[in-house]
């Protein structure tokens, strides 16, 4: 499985960005799907989780504020992100997990996200 994040970008805060992140390969493998984010000096965490019962978590800091969805068809996993704050700034990194005996972890590549005061 290989994924490409997109979607990144600068935003003032009150506003939105929406992560796109496009998977290719084996993607009938594929089961959870997630979001997570790195800001500088800190360790990465994770910011949203998509089950394939379609159960989603979310981390206190952004609840109510982002969605992650899932679009089987385009074989993508999006994460809506509205009413930024700066507090939000990080590198973005999508991750899924596939297969069942087989199961292993991939990671996109990263995409910034710099929310200004």
């Known amino acids: 499985v290989q994924l490409q994040a997109s979607g990144g970008g600068l935003v003032q805060a009150g506003g939105s960005l929406r992560l796109s992140c496009a998977a290719s390969?084996?993607?009938?493998?594929?089961?959870?799907m997630a979001w997570y984010r790195q800001a500088p000096g800190k360790s990465r965490e994770l910011v949203a989780s998509?089950?394939?019962?379609?159960?989603?978590n979310y981390a206190d800091s952004v609840t109510g504020r982002f969605v992650i969805s899932r679009d089987n068809i385009k074989s993508t996993v999006s994460l809506q992100m509205n009413s930024l704050k700066p507090e939000d700034t990080a590198v973005y990194y999508c991750?899924?997990?596939?297969?069942?005996?087989?199961?292993?972890?991939?990671w996109g590549q990263g995409t910034q996200v710099t929310v200004s005061s």
């Open positions: 991750k899924v997990g596939a297969g069942v005996k087989d199961y292993r972890e991939y």
């Open positions: 998509l089950t394939p019962s379609g159960r989603t």
């Open positions: 390969g084996n993607i009938f493998s594929i089961n959870f």
